[in-house]
């Protein structure tokens, strides 16, 4: 039989349940629908400016994960925020930088979007592939937001048992929409940032006093509330930049140049399974995600960490 186990979504959780089941001898293949990996851990180059258009930096409390951290750090991968009284990490140079570490080595299969999966009743699992053909495995991993999962099972008609089933279905997600402003000159946002408790921002943040390497005066990160971003998801750049622009003026300190939009479908859970991780070893089928481990950087990696350990006894050597 097929022995390779195929892992959907290259963000922070597929790039360490690659790494962690690699590390014990399985033959790993990493499926990922865009051009880039890290998901939310994401930086964008928007002409001289760079910014870190998702997650903004990570906290560590799990002794597991903090372990895992350790090893970025004296990899020289993460730092401290620069001049931030919280107890916040980010990425060196960017927030990328750590899944573009972690992706080497794996074999990642960029612009393979997965369609359909179906079980057959030889035991595997068949993937389409958008454009691509098809790919079979042993065990189907998807540390892809869990409703894009379900989508996929869905299309190759498969039903999920009813113990698990209707639990997953449950799983939904925020969206977030981040607004990129590159700035003519230096901005007033303080080193730290700015956390908004209400009203339609989220977060705002100056690149450039983060650390990102770049030539731009300041580049800044304004991300909106969730409520606000699920109001307006849909409305045109121009009309979202119109309505908060207005909002973070007094923090620009200098005449915006541009603005660029990301929209963030699936940004954060709304609520958080159960189990950190959901492995299904008579089926080779397992989940894990932020939706399952909490939300944000740490939690999508301690649910890897949770299914890594789950499958190894599962697996077989590698020929």
């Known amino acids: 039989m097929n022995n390779t186990t195929v892992i959907i979504g290259a963000g922070i959780s597929g790039l360490l349940l690659a790494r962690g089941l690699a590390a014990r001898g399985a033959e790993v293949v990493v499926l990922e629908k865009s051009r880039g990996y890290g998901g939310r851990m994401a930086t964008k180059r928007v002409g001289e400016a760079s910014f870190d258009s998702g997650a903004q930096f990570f906290t560590v409390r799990d002794p597991e994960f903090a372990a895992v951290v350790a090893d970025w750090q004296a ?13 916040r990490l980010v990425g060196v140079p960017a927030m990328t930088a750590v899944p573009k570490a972690l992706a080497e ?15 057959h009743t030889c035991g595997c699992w068949e993937l389409e592939i958008e454009n691509q053909g098809l790919i ?49 000159g230096p901005s007033a946002v303080p080193p730290e940032g700015i956390a908004f408790t209400e009203g339609p921002v989220r977060w705002l943040a100056d690149n450039v006093k983060k650390g990102l390497a770049q030539t731009a005066p300041a580049a800044v990160t304004v991300q909106a509330s969730a409520v606000f971003s699920a109001q307006h998801y849909g409305r045109p750049e121009a009309e979202i930049a119109a309505l908060l622009l207005p909002v973070v003026e007094r923090w620009l300190g ?3 140049v541009s603005t660029t939009l990301h929209r963030w479908k699936f940004s954060e859970p709304k609520a ?11 089926l080779g089928l397992g989940f894990a995600g932020d939706a399952f481990g909490g939300p944000k950087i ?8 949770a299914l890594t350990q789950a499958v ?8």
Do not use: M
């Open 75 to 87: 990899n020289g991968w993460v730092k401290a925020w620069p001049d931030s009284p919280h107890r």
């Open 105 to 119: 080595g794996l074999t990642i299969l960029r612009e393979h979007k997965v369609t359909a999966a179906r079980r």
């Open 136 to 184: 079979s495995a042993e065990r189907l991993l998807f540390t892809c937001p869990v409703p894009q999962a379900l989508a996929v099972l869905a299309a190759g008609e498969f039903t999920l048992p009813s113990t698990v089933g209707p639990a997953l279905a449950e799983l939904t997600y925020h969206p977030c929409l981040a607004l990129l402003v590159s700035l003519a």
């Open 254 to 256: 200098a005449p915006v």
């Open 272 to 282: 958080t399974h159960t189990e950190r991780c959901v492995w299904l070893p008579e």
């Open 298 to 305: 740490e939690g999508a990696a301690v649910s890897a960490l």
């Open 312 to 319: 190894t006894p599962h697996l077989q050597p590698a020929r």
